[in-house]
């Protein structure tokens, strides 16, 4: 079936810093890729999508694009914000039910 | 727009107890499901409908039943509470293929 593999965490990093944080896929044909985030005491919610190949989304100064050849979807942000600290998953969607990363916690020390 | 919405946001029972978690979304969405997040963890699939009078079971159902009479509503009944189901539960749905999942706010459950 298909599955997502999630870089583990946690990551610190210091205000202004570049952010990764991998994704990368098993699945047949093409599915579509999401990144959501989830602040503390909160569900997830939505920060990015792309739905076919070499697809950029982007939201609030981050990045990932849909890369079919490595099956991968990671995650930069340019300079990490304070605000930025929260869990992030990573979801592929092809079929029912949806698959998601196990999730990578980030923090962002001042 | 509310969203999907969960009730209740806490809620504590002893060994035994049953209770019933309740979802609902305005959205119209066919896709609905159930996840629990322990600390420190991930989100693991308990049960998942894939529109009114269609259930399936996900990673961990095991003590919990779902049904889904409505496009609206579904609910998440834990039938004899254990210790190892303290957890956060989390409802979400979802519209058509390219639609993000739409989460509620969670219900922390403590089972003591």
């Known amino acids: 079936g298909d599955s997502v593999t999630q870089m583990e965490g946690p990551v610190t990093l210091s205000e202004e810093a570049f952010l990764t944080i991998n994704c990368t896929y098993t699945?047949?044909?093409?599915?579509?890729l999401f990144w959501y985030v989830q602040y503390p005491g909160e569900g997830l919610q939505l920060l990015l999508k792309?739905?076919?190949?070499?697809d950029k989304g982007s939201n609030k100064g981050f990045e990932a694009t849909y890369r079919k050849e490595t099956t991968s979807f990671h995650l930069e942000k340019g300079s990490v914000q304070v605000s930025d600290s929260a869990v992030y998953f990573c979801?592929?969607?092809?079929?029912?039910?949806?698959?998601f990363g196990k999730g990578t916690r980030l923090s962002v020390i001042a | 727009n509310a969203g999907v919405t969960q009730t209740p946001k806490f809620q504590v029972l002893k060994t035994g107890q049953s209770m019933t978690l309740q979802c609902a979304q305005d959205?119209?969405?066919?896709?609905m499901s159930w996840y629990r997040q322990d600390p420190g963890m991930g989100l693991r699939l308990i049960h998942y409908?894939?529109?009114?009078?269609?259930?399936d079971q996900g990673e961990v159902p095991n003590g919990y039943n779902v049904s889904r009479s409505t496009t609206e509503d579904f609910p998440l009944r834990l039938l004899s509470a254990a210790p190892s189901q303290t957890s956060v539960y989390f409802c979400?749905?979802?519209?058509?293929?390219?639609?993000?999942?739409?989460f509620g706010n969670g219900t922390r459950l403590t089972v003591t």
């Open positions: 979801e592929i969607r092809r079929n029912t039910p949806l698959v």
């Open positions: 699945a047949t044909g093409y599915p579509s």
């Open positions: 792309a739905t076919k190949a070499d």
């Open positions: 959205m119209n969405h066919e896709y």
């Open positions: 409908s894939v529109g009114a009078g269609i259930t």
């Open positions: 979400a749905s979802a519209g058509p293929k390219d639609s993000p999942l739409h």
